[in-house]
């Protein structure tokens, strides 16, 4: 079973790369916040992921936003 990990800079961790993104940080972030702890965190294992996934961003999964993520062009 092979992982697929994210490539990052020399010298830049995980820690630092979420510092810089900061999703919970923006104009509406309490909110957002909020929202991701009850559609996502509170099922827990509950409901299938793909549900909880349309329930907080309120659209299907991209896969074009996951290559996007591993660097591989679109």
Do not use: D, H, N, W
């Not at 092979?2 to 309490?30: D, E, N, T």
């Amino acid at each position: 079973m092979s992982m697929l990990i994210p490539k990052q800079p020399a010298g830049q961790g995980a820690v630092s790369q979420r510092r810089k993104r900061r999703p919970f940080r923006a104009k509406r972030g309490r909110e957002t916040g909020a929202r991701y702890r009850r559609e996502i965190l509170a099922v827990g294992g509950s409901c299938p992921a793909l549900e909880r996934f349309i329930a907080f961003r309120g659209r299907e999964p991209e896969p074009a936003a996951l290559l996007r993520s591993y660097g591989l062009a679109v």
